[in-house]
Antibody, heavy 117, light 111 residues
Framework: QVQLVQSGAEVKKPGASVKVSCKAS????????MHWVRQAPGQGLEWMGR????????NYAQKFQGRVTMTRDTSISTAYMELSRLRSDDTAVYYC??????????WGQGTLVTVSS | NFMLTQPHSVSESPGKTVTISCTRS????????VQWYQQRPGSSPTTVIY?????PSGVPDRFSGSIDSSSNSASLTISGLKTEDEADYYC??????????FGGGTKLTVL
């Protein structure tokens, strides 16, 4: 079955960077876009961007342009999301989610990133 | 760009039927697929409906999705409500940028 396993919680200081990983299994990693979505405490879901694991091509939400970088390592079926110049309002749970593409989307378990001085 | 608008909350009794709407602000609701996600407290979202009305294996047939072009909205209907259905529900569709658009979420209370 499709499984997305994310890296553990992080605590960062303002201005620092964080890199979250998402290891995929149970399907062909290069066959589906991988999206990143975040959820601030008590808030809704916010799309950040996506990566094509096959080509490495990316699309980012305008809000995160210049601060977010999505990469992948096909040899280990893992996608990464790095967010730089962290602020306190970046405190959120970050999810990876496989693109639907004629089958239901699967989501990772989430990674809590806390930004605090 | 468009927005997806959902009711903030709905409540219904066990065994009843509830419908959650998701209204698209501009452009046709039928022009892009709609997904519905269920999120229980402390858990990640899971897909209950994809591509407007497709149900993943393992999701009970009490869950159904539909599109109504006259109201430019998508709907998630849950029949035979159970207490385990209590959760937040999000609709999601596609745009040119941002690529994924989410509704604000609906808190379902089964009381």
């Amino acid at each position: 079955q499709v499984q997305l396993v994310q890296s553990g919680a992080e605590v960062k200081k303002p201005g620092a960077s964080v890199k979250v990983s998402c290891k995929a299994s149970g399907y062909t990693f290069t066959g589906y876009y991988m999206h990143w979505v975040r959820q601030a405490p008590g808030q809704g879901l916010e799309w950040m961007g996506r990566i094509n694991p096959n080509s490495g091509g990316t699309n980012y939400a305008q809000k995160f342009q210049g601060r977010v970088t999505m990469t992948r390592d096909t040899s280990i079926s893992t996608a990464y999301m790095e967010l730089s110049r962290l602020r306190s309002d970046d405190t959120a749970v970050y999810y990876c989610a496989r693109d639907p593409n004629s089958s239901p989307s699967s989501w990772g378990q989430g990674t809590l990133v806390t930004v605090s001085s | 760009n468009f927005m997806l608008t959902q009711p903030h909350s709905v409540s219904e009794s066990p065994g009843k039927t509830v419908t959650i709407s998701c209204t698209r602000s501009s452009g046709s609701i039928a022009s892009n697929y709609v997904q519905w996600y269920q999120q229980r407290p402390g858990s990640s979202p899971t897909t209950v409906i994809y591509e407007d009305n497709q149900r993943p294996s393992g999701v009970p047939d009490r869950f159904s999705g539909s599109i109504d072009s006259s109201s430019n909205s998508a709907s998630l209907t849950i029949s035979g409500l159970k207490t385990e259905d209590e959760a937040d529900y999000y609709c999601q569709s596609y745009d040119s940028s941002p690529l994924w658009v989410f509704g604000g979420g609906t808190k379902l209370t089964v009381l």
